[in-house]
């Protein structure tokens, strides 16, 4: 009897021991925890995906840390140019803008800001490069450089023709972009800029939308050829200023010296073509100017001539001071490109301040030379801001 009791507590207690077992079994999923082995090859894993970087990156550096806006970054290429019998590449680094603050100008209409330009050969080797500063903007204003080139041919040779460009939006109305030019060309089988960017705003006198390529106005002499911009005397109205470019010496001058043209007793200055500016709209209604038969301090002549809105004005000649011209630093940008809207290692030829231009017109027949603030206010010539 009491063998049979003991067997039976032996029993239950087999029973109990095995649900107590079961139930362990079906909850230990909920409460497992990896091993140490697991953590730390887990662990390993989170940091290897976060250490990873863009291609060109340099936080592998000692102390050096992610550029930032990296990401936005893209490279457009400009190109081949073909001078002299060898290829060249103009490669831009570019970063985005606030969308739809910066208004487009010439080929990049994707609002967004070049940061780096590069030349290269065919090689890629880097012959020339330049950077610029870059700003994000925001919902009121943004700002943009821009990178443009072109194959350019003269009659005694060819080159590589660079258009800087600075844009900000919103603008006030008759605003245009600060543009400047650079030439380079091949010289002893090597690729050099000519001199410092050019300061021309008005662009050159042969601009043709979505062209490729320019041509010289003119050859001067067996190896110079001449290249014409359009400048702005600052009264609504360009005349147009002619580079000579010497392939052989690779230089950049005035092809137009001034005493060659420098009328008699006017010691020192330099005419040029007259052309009216695209924001010329012609006189509001009738008035008058007063005309000198030549140019300088003392007006020998002078003649009240009547001007109507249906007058037939022609601008015929600029006369300007004293003529300074600056090659800028032709072997490469210093380093400061664009502080302050500007591009410091620039060239470029100045005139003498305070001494505003004379302008040569024909008045319905009637030729002569004004150069009072009145007489550009009546004519419609109101000085630009």
């Known amino acids: ?25 079906m909850r230990a999923p909920q409460g497992v925890s990896a091993s140490p082995s697991v953590q730390q090859s887990a662990s ?50 570019q970063q985005k803008c606030v969308p739809g603050s910066t208004e487009p100008h010439s080929d990049n209409d994707l609002g967004e800001s070049v940061v ?20 994000s903007g925001d919902e009121s204003e943004s700002e943009a450089w821009g990178v443009s080139a ?82 702005s005397t600052g009264h609504h109205l360009n005349f147009v200023y002619p580079v000579r470019i010497d392939w052989e010496q690779g230089k950049l001058g005035p092809a137009q010296p001034c005493e060659q043209t420098s009328p008699s007793g006017s010691d020192g200055a330099c005419q040029y073509k007259a052309l009216a500016s695209d924001y ?28 109507r809105p249906d007058s037939k004005v022609e601008f015929l000649v600029v006369q300007l001071g004293v003529e ?8 490469g940008p210093s380093g400061k490109t664009g502080i302050n809207d500007t591009i410091d290692d620039q060239g470029g030829p100045s005139w003498a301040p305070n001494n505003g231009p004379w302008l040569k017109l024909r008045i319905d027949g009637k030729e002569g030379w004004l150069h009072s603030a009145e007489d550009f206010d009546a004519l419609g010539l109101t000085e630009a801001l």
Not at 64 to 87: D, K, T, W
Not at 116 to 135: K, Q
């Open 116 to 135: 780096a330009m590069e030349i290269r050969d065919a090689t890629g080797a880097v012959l020339y490069h330049r950077e610029f500063p870059y700003s």
């Open 1 to 25: 009897m009491r063998t049979a009791r003991v067997l039976s507590i032996c029993l239950l207690a087999a029973l109990l021991s095995f649900f107590v077992w079961k139930a362990t079994r």
């Open 44 to 93: 390993q894993s989170t940091l290897q995906s976060v250490s990873v970087q863009q291609p060109g990156s340099e936080a592998g550096a000692a102390g050096s840390a992610p550029r930032e806006q990296e990401g936005e970054e893209s490279e457009r290429r400009l190109g081949p140019f073909s001078i002299a019998g060898s290829n060249y590449m103009v490669v831009l680094r």
């Open 150 to 231: 072109y194959t350019l041919t003269g009659t005694n040779g060819s080159g590589l023709l660079v258009n800087y460009w600075y844009d900000i939006a919103p603008s006030v109305p008759e605003w245009r972009p600060l543009t400047w030019w650079q030439v380079f060309g091949v010289v002893n089988g090597k690729l050099k800029a000519f001199s410092g960017p050019l300061p021309m705003d008005g662009g050159l006198v042969q601009s043709e939308p979505g062209a490729e390529a320019y041509k010289t106005s003119a050859p001067l002499g067996s190896r110079a050829d001449a290249l014409e911009f359009k400048l």
């Open 324 to 331: 300074k011209w600056s090659e800028g630093a032709a072997s």
């Open 280 to 307: 010329y709209s012609g006189v509001g209604g009738t008035t008058f100017v007063s005309l000198c038969t030549n140019p300088g301090d003392k007006c020998e002549k002078l003649e009240k001539v009547v001007v």
